[in-house]
């Protein structure tokens, strides 16, 4: 069933330094009516500061984290920041969270990775114990407060700022299926890195068991689904998806080691299985450039829009269809413009 689907504005994270024309497009997108801008992190910039800063000069989009990385704060860190972000915003904060991977987690933050999935369950509940002002309490696998041993002196605190909202939207950023379902449940929404409008059948089913849970927390109506979808215009087909290649063939090669790429099963799910083994292995050989000429069209045009207006326009009926809430897109001026004109047109 066709419905309103929202714009925001993935402002990423940064390369080697502070990426010029941010600030000229989060104006933008609020000129536009964008719902939301959104920022990220993974290990050189963080997203809250960029987001503070640059929220600072809005008044009406949501300002979001896709995705602040648990394992770079406590559960009562991000809380702090969360209620703080919320105040500084007037309640237009969304927490958008995530596990990320083994390499980053133990590699770059120094924390354990396993059993990301108990960890995560953790970690909102005490997010959500902190947004709603109560005494830090809770005994859990990964997580103890007031924690075991140390000085024995620890006590059961309450957040001294008084939030402004209670429930303070968080998202999980997930792409297995039993993630997925964990975000049904226990999240006010769904982050997927990558999302096909042809290839949802097994995140429907996902979804559907999470909500279907005891004390799932949202249902398919309220729930908020945001997707990053890289959108290339060029009358040329192949030169606007050669713009993707590289981002796909990055994650499906090179993010993450052989059996342990979370990304690379995204594809393989879709049906691109050998398509991504091949991929992988150039890539993880040195070969870069062969591994992003062998991402098929097929496959950058189920995740992303690209070639002319049109064509794009006409593209668009099957991300209205899919579960998608919010479309989140680059930050290159003209394609705002067209993307905002063609959504406000549906």
């Not at 959104?38 to 503070?52: I, Q, V």
């Not at 924690?147 to 620890?154: E, K, Q, S």
Request: aromatic share 8%; proline share 5%; hydrophobic share 45%.
């Amino acid at each position: 069933m066709t419905h309103d689907l929202k714009l925001g504005l993935a402002l990423g994270y940064w390369g080697s330094g502070q990426p010029s024309g941010h600030a000229e497009a989060v104006a933008l997108a609020e000129d536009l009516h964008f719902d939301s801008i959104w920022t990220a992190e993974a290990y050189g910039s963080d997203a809250l500061t960029p987001l503070a800063w640059l929220g600072s000069q809005t008044s009406s989009v949501r300002l979001g984290t896709a995705i602040v990385q648990m394992s770079a704060r406590t559960p009562a860190a991000t809380a702090m920041a969360a209620m703080t972000m919320d105040h500084l915003s007037g309640g237009r904060f969304v927490l958008g969270i995530g596990a990320s991977g083994p390499q980053v987690v133990e590699g770059w933050y120094g924390q354990p990775y396993p059993k990301p999935l108990a960890r995560t369950r953790e970690y909102v509940a005490i997010l959500r114990q902190a947004f709603q002002r109560e005494k830090l309490a809770f005994e859990g696998e990964h997580y103890q407060l007031p924690i075991h041993g140390g000085a024995g002196l620890g006590k059961s605190l309450r957040s001294t700022l008084h939030p402004v909202r209670p429930d303070i939207p968080i998202l999980l950023a997930a792409e297995g299926p039993k993630n997925v379902a964990l975000a049904a449940e226990i999240a006010d929404g769904w982050i997927p890195l990558f999302y096909s409008p042809f290839d949802d059948a097994h995140y429907r089913a996902a979804l559907a068991e999470g909500w279907s849970r005891p004390g799932a927390r949202t249902t398919a109506e309220s729930f908020e689904i945001s997707c990053i979808v890289k959108v290339e215009v060029d009358d040329d087909i192949e030169a606007a998806a050669d713009r993707v290649r590289p981002f796909l063939a990055l994650y499906i090669g090179g993010m993450g080691a052989k059996g342990a790429n979370f990304h690379y099963e995204v594809f393989a799910r879709m049906g691109y299985e050998q398509e991504c083994a091949k991929i992988q292995d150039l890539y993880l050989d040195g070969h870069k450039d062969e591994a992003i000429a062998s991402v098929p069209l097929s496959l950058v045009e189920k995740v992303a829009l690209v070639g002319p207006r049109a064509k794009i326009s006409d593209d668009l009926a099957a991300w209205r269809e899919s579960l998608l809430t919010t479309m989140l897109i680059n930050d290159d001026p003209s394609t705002m413009r067209m993307m905002a004109e063609l959504l406000g047109d549906s």
